[in-house]
């Protein structure tokens, strides 16, 4: 008899909380890289998810106590890389950004006083936009402050290699500004598949 794959986890609005769950942790940054997302990017991968998605990409990072502490120091670190002409932007990537705010936050304002709009700001989430609308404050001014969400659990069994910057087809590369500006999910302009 077979085993049933067991899907993601589906948390209720607002259950888990970042500051009940992050430790401030890190698991790794890769600045200078050309796969999070459009053009030459900065990546913080953040520690700690509790979807539990099978398959996950980065099983390890779903420990809040993965990797290392976040610091003042590498985010001068990450704030100088990012000056870099042919840096494009950040991306924050997990483990689930939205589940350590306060790390996310911290850069993501740094970022916008040192460089306005002049470096775009990427994310992944296990949320889905839906459940994002109805999510505490702290997670709502994250996705304010960010100019691209890939979204949603990574689903095995829509697993598809050849999708842009995302695993599974239930995945979406949103435009956030137009998204909350229209009060629904708006598809990335330059989706090529
Ligand atoms: S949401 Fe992402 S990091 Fe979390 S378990 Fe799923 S694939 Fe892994």
């Excluded at 986890?9 to 500051?19: D, H, L, V």
């Excluded at 779903?62 to 000056?83: H, K, M, S, V, W």
């Excluded at 306060?102 to 850069?107: G, N």
């Excluded at 999510?135 to 990574?154: N, Q, W």
Aim: net charge positive.
């Amino acid at each position: 008899m077979s085993v049933k794959q067991r899907g993601p986890k589906n948390p209720a609005p607002q259950e888990w909380r970042s500051e009940n769950l992050s430790q401030g942790y890190i698991a790794d940054y890769k600045p200078f890289n050309f796969v999070d997302g459009e053009g030459v990017r900065c990546s913080l991968y953040v520690s700690g998810c509790l979807f539990a998605c099978p398959g996950c990409y980065n099983r390890v990072a779903q420990n809040f106590r993965y990797g290392r502490p976040y610091t003042r120091e590498l985010e001068d670190q990450i704030i100088a890389d990012l000056g870099q002409s042919y840096v494009q932007g950040l991306t924050l990537l997990g483990g689930e950004p939205f589940l350590n705010t306060k790390t996310c936050l911290s850069l993501v304002n740094r970022i916008r006083a040192t460089y306005g709009a002049t470096k775009d700001i990427w994310a992944w989430t296990g949320y889905t936009w839906e459940e994002l609308m109805q999510e505490s404050a702290d997670k709502r001014e994250l996705l304010a402050k960010i100019d691209i969400l890939v979204d949603g659990r990574f689903m095995q069994a829509q697993m598809d290699l050849t999708l842009q910057f995302r695993g599974s087809a239930n995945q979406r590369i949103i435009d956030v500004a137009k998204s909350l500006a229209t009060q629904k999910p708006v598809i990335w302009a330059k989706l090529v598949h």
